[in-house]
């Protein structure tokens, strides 16, 4: 993230999008794999980027559709993280270890003392990492596009972030000093509200349901519109305002719902956030 951050000061002008995802796949590489920067990561990218299209495509296997891109592509991910699992494998030895998720996955146990099958590691890491990547690189874009309307915000940033960094004394951050950083975090939650990088999820009916006069049978297919929620005045004063300090005070439950909810809430949830807020660290205490 800092080398991503330095190139971006070479580079002079960037199209923010392409390099936040540039960087989250990096960052993403590492922590879950130890994959570095380079050939198979780019095509490791590309490859996330056909199954995220073809989460809302219309389910067709028709060659040459989004859906069937994605199915493909997906396969080959899976076909990567299986090599890479293969080859840990084979180096069990502590020295060796990396200690990212997939070698998390590999050591974790049940109570009965079973561990998760070469399947279970591969579908996890996968799940994580297309969660994830998109959710953290789209919020990254959006901070700074929310950052650049909000000089204001700005400066408080930087006064809290640079109190933390004098405190730190040049030693790493850690999820305990990011959750400290009060403003940061309002801020994340404040962009996530604004610029929801899901507007929509996909449920089903489980019971017969009435709606403002509207009947849902038990079993229909349900389309939530989480922006509408998301930017209602009867839930958030001034919706389209910027403003971090509207979460001084909780939202309502059930209004705010960037990453879902209930037992299908995004299980990249909290780390993107934790990306977002460091990232928000690093921007404000190094750059104008």
């Known amino acids: 993230m800092v080398a991503a951050l330095e190139s971006w000061v070479e580079k002079g002008r960037i199209v923010a999008l392409r390099e936040t995802r540039k960087m989250t796949l990096e960052d993403w590489g590492r922590i879950f794999a130890s994959l570095e920067p380079g050939p198979t990561l780019d095509y490791m990218g590309q490859l996330i980027g056909d199954v995220v299209k073809g989460f809302r495509a219309n389910p067709s296997n028709v060659p040459g559709s989004a859906c069937r891109r994605a199915v493909e592509s997906r396969k080959k991910l899976l076909a990567i993280y299986r090599e ?135 079993g229909w297919r349900v389309i939530p519109w989480l922006r509408y929620s998301h930017t209602n005045p009867e839930y958030f004063e001034d919706p389209l305002r910027f403003n971090p300090d509207r979460w001084n005070v909780p939202a309502k439950p059930g209004t705010y719902q960037a990453f879902g909810g209930g037992p299908r809430i995004c299980p990249g949830n909290m780390f993107a956030k934790m990306i977002a807020a460091i990232f928000i660290h690093h921007l404000t205490v190094g750059y104008k």
């Open 84 to 218: 890479r699992l293969e080859m840990r494998k084979k180096h069990t030895e502590d020295s060796e270890r990396t200690y990212d998720l997939m070698d998390g996955l590999m050591s974790v146990q049940d109570e009965e003392g079973n561990k998760l099958s070469d399947e279970e590691i591969v579908d996890n890491t996968s799940a994580l990492v297309i969660a994830g990547y998109e959710s953290a690189s789209l919020s990254a874009m959006w901070v700074m596009y929310c950052l650049a309307k909000a000089p204001d915000v700005v400066q408080r940033l930087r006064a809290e972030n640079i109190a933390l960094r004098e405190k730190k004394k040049g030693e790493f951050i850690t999820s305990e000093d990011v959750s400290s950083l009060k403003y940061t975090n309002m801020v994340v939650e404040e962009t996530l509200r604004m610029a929801n990088t899901s507007g929509t999820v996909f449920r089903i009916a489980t019971r017969d349901v009435e709606y403002k006069g509207y009947k849902f049978p038990q």
